[in-house]
């Protein structure tokens, strides 16, 4: 494996880290571990904010080389303004190392930026591009000649890292992965943590936990599946479709591909319709794509509305202030992350304790309502901000889009509990510990039979998450309001208003069908439900197994006893069910995994398509900058198709269809229809079409000889064989003369 490039790298990003410390130590003041353990987040945040905006002028190595030294500066003269303590700092710093060196091994046994299984040739070939960019934003890799109008705050990120590591881009992208899951990881350690000892709880088990349910827990919907297909196939067939329901087949194949063949992959079909996966699922897979690597930065985002809601006056501005650069940053990488940036600054203004109650009303509820109106005021405030930090991308090079859509398909009850039941019972556990008012007896029984008509009737409406969600996000807010205001309950409403948000409301996002209108949506959405709930219910299952704990220690009556360590019996199987999908997804890992451990991204080239592979690094070491290659268009995704644009970052004419989401549909067909002409079509009108898309290579290799047969650019005016093997002529074009051989009038 290689070891070196692995030293030089988290020496680098370790460096970042020490630098924010002082920086996290002034923002995160009062934490158990004096902001530490955002340090790599803040970092990593900073230094591509102004590396993004320096690179509006010129962007490269030296830009690169320039912020991050801007930011090394200022965190040293602050460390002599303010020397963090560093005692606090090995706790955060181990869990950090340990998160990382476990991505780093999981990835070096399947390191491969294959096409199939996701989004890695997208996601390297902007991190490819990023690379040869002269300027930001970066030409679009698989549309030549335009600006790219995807977020790629993320591949920005890791090329900042390359440019200051100069550990070679196919190796980068596997220690790019692990770097974010690290920083994700200690992120839900360190804010779980710091709200569990500001509640005096134990910070420690809660912040493992959130370490725990963050970093590796997967649903329930994997243990119950091997439970039923493998103890109780027919019945399972027969009778348990809500446990597989979302498997893209019918439920007796489903049953028995669980039962005989179960794949990781099978952990993301959960809710019929879309996708639901883990933080841990997205690793594993390994793209390193927007949703994934917005996890960590919504974590810092998370952590600063924890300070906003502990703080007052002149230093709540200034956290607010950090909080819409950080929704800023957030929005580069993903643009999903803004409007939960205003609603967690919203959250965390409505409910600190140090928000002051308006009195300028005579109706308490005119006062409530003011107080939730200036807490709005305040998040738009943040997003302002927010807005101004990511204008560049959102002003100028946003994707096509269709807008919102309303009331999709719903989530039927059991998939529901399968996709969160070990957060909703924490949840649940968590606030029985709060002493809420209940009426006389006879009140309690009548709302009691209430609320079972009450519940049936949102079960026929197919509204069972409101059934499940809305009763505790509405004690979660009357907690908050007239009991304690803990941060882990602000945490537990804003997953709960993303959760019910997509049962009602979708983006309209291209392509997906009306037969699965919120397939993306809830794809996105969900791994922030995730991040959110994963902390804040950390927090809840700490004061439980404390409680269970303690009432154990002080021989209290067995049947108190018991009373105490039910919950905490009840909460220690499901997180145990949680660590199925983990323990299973690793033993098949490491079953199918290559012999010799590697994180060299594009290896398996040089055994599956060796030719190509030749020829890819020929483009490598041969073409500096963004020149137009010419290769088949991308009709067919997920396969190996435009990989010369994808490994090198040379744009391409037409690559995937993803660009009719970015571009549109008629743009796209019309980009495809030019380079497939170019490829089959008369000379004369080839010609003229690479003179007007300005080609300067031409790649046919096996999929253009399959497509289109032998090439037309042998012996042509303006071509020249630049290199050549068995399978693969590159072709240097001079689009200009070939042109003028053909017509008198050229482009």
Known sequence: MEFVPVVAWLGVVLALAAAALPIADRVFRGFPDSGASFAPATALATVTVLAYWLGHLAYGRFVSLAAAGVFVLAGVALWGWRRPRLARVRL??????????????????????????????????????????????????????????????????????????????????????????????????????????????????????????????????????????????????????????????????????????????????????????????????????????????????????????RTRGRARLVRLACLGVAGGFLTLVNTWGLPTTIGLAALALAFSPHTPSPRRFASPLANELARYASAVAGALCVAGLAVLVAAPFLLFHTPVNRGVGFLPPRTALGPLLLAYGVFLAAFALGVRRYDLPLPNPRISFALGVLAVVLAGVLLALDLAAVLVVGPLLAVGWYVLRRRTPAFWLVLLVAGAGLVLAVEFAYARVYPFSPAVPRWNTVYKVSMQVWVLWGIGAAVAAAGVLERAATRVRSAAPPLRTARALAPALALTVLLLAAAVFPAAALVQHHTLAGDQPSLDGTRYAETHHPHEAAAIDWLNDNVDGTPTLLSKPGRTTYTWVNAPSSLTGIPTVAGWTHEEGYRGVDAYTTRATDAAYMLDANWRSAAFLLDYHDVQYVYYGPNEREAYGPSIYENRTGVTVAYQNEQVTIYEIDADRACEAVRDTCP
Do not use: C, M
């Open 92 to 309: 955060p710093l181990a869990v950090f190392l340990l998160a990382f060196t476990f991505l780093v091994v999981v990835r070096a046994y399947d390191p491969g930026i294959h096409p199939a299984g996701g989004e890695k040739f997208l996601d390297f070939g902007l991190l490819n591009v990023l690379l040869r960019a002269d300027y930001l934003p970066p030409e679009d890799v698989w549309f030549a000649g335009e600006r790219l109008r995807y977020y790629y705050g993320a591949q920005l990120a890791t090329a900042t890292l390359v440019h200051l590591t100069g550990v070679t881009p196919s190796v980068a992208y596997n220690l790019a992965l692990p770097t974010f899951y690290a920083t994700l990881v200690t992120g839900a350690f360190g804010l779980a943590r710091a709200a569990a000892t500001h509640a005096g709880r134990n910070g420690t088990l809660a912040g493992g936990l959130a370490a725990f349910l963050v970093g590796l827990a997967g649903t329930l919907a994997t243990p119950v599946r091997f439970l039923l297909a493998n103890l109780a196939p027919e019945f399972a067939a027969d009778h348990a479709a809500f446990a597989f329901t979302g498997i893209r087949t019918t439920i007796p194949e489903a049953v028995d591909a669980v039962a005989a063949d179960w794949s990781y992959w099978l952990g993301r079909y959960v809710i019929e319709g879309t996708l639901t996966v883990s933080p841990f699922w997205a690793y594993l897979n390994g793209d390193l794509h927007a949703h994934i690597v917005a996890a960590p930065f919504l974590v810092l985002v998370a952590a600063l509305a924890y300070t906003v809601f």
